[in-house]
């Protein structure tokens, strides 16, 4: 989960459908630019060209009985339905983390080691940020169904991928560290926009000593 700047004024649909007994806040001008301020990727577990996107609420509308949150732009987010499917439980009612608000890299650290996914929180007493990352976690772990073992795996590979090219560019980077073209597409790994970007970035900031050229391309929000 990578911060991501919404744009505003919200969709116009919204205001019109809100009014509407039975409206919808899927409109054509909502998708597009949730897709848009989202760069086509799950917020949740940053996969990329979405072939299932979901409108998320961050939270629940309760099935449309909170008018407000259904048709709130900044409740709507852009997700994946697995993604979306494992937030539908009630233990994330709660609510988890605003990326359109806060930098999640502030607040959490990503990392893959062999085949499992960790996210620590930096405040252990923040609930908002244990469940946020408890979500992202399922994201790619969770296998309680015969999909879910397939969508889970599916993420936890595409990740590891992208891990791959990363560590890649950053060994060519290590044994030349003026390595022009290698910085250029390390530079475009870290971008915010690409798949997986905050385990990425979390991992070229942790080793802040090997490679202090890049630290630039891996800036925190403040706030
Ligand atoms: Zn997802």
């Not at 697995?82 to 439980?89: E, P, T």
């Not at 609510?95 to 890299?105: A, R, S, T, V």
């Not at 790994?189 to 090997?210: D, G, N, P, Q, T």
Request: aromatic share 10%; glycine share 4%; proline share 3%.
């Amino acid at each position: 989960m990578v911060k991501v700047v919404r744009s505003f004024p919200a969709p116009a649909s919204l205001a019109e459908e809100a009014e509407k007994k039975n409206g919808r806040y899927d409109k054509a001008d909502v998708i597009a630019r949730l897709k848009e301020d989202f760069h086509n990727k799950c917020y949740i577990c940053e996969m990329k060209e979405l072939q299932d996107p979901n409108v998320e609420h961050l939270l629940s509308h309760k099935n449309g009985t909170d008018r407000q949150r259904k048709f709130d732009w900044e409740n709507l987010f852009w997700s994946c339905g697995h993604c979306n499917g494992i937030k539908n439980n009630g233990k994330y009612d709660r609510g988890i983390l605003d990326c359109c608000k806060f930098d999640p890299e502030k607040y959490l650290t990503f990392q893959i080691k062999e085949d499992a996914v960790m996210i620590y929180v930096r405040d252990s007493n923040n609930e908002v940020h244990k469940r946020t990352a408890s979500l992202i976690v399922e994201t790619f772990s969770l296998k309680n169904t015969g999909m879910r073992t397939y969508t889970s795996e599916q993420r936890l590979r595409l990740l590891q991928k992208e891990m791959n090219l990363l560590y890649r560019q950053l060994h060519k980077v290590h044994k030349n560290p003026d390595s022009q073209s290698a910085i250029r597409v390390i530079r475009s790994l870290l971008r915010r926009e690409s798949a997986f970007a905050a385990f990425k970035r979390c991992y070229v900031r942790e080793h802040a000593i090997e490679y202090p050229q890049l630290q630039q391309y891996v800036n925190i929000y403040d706030g």
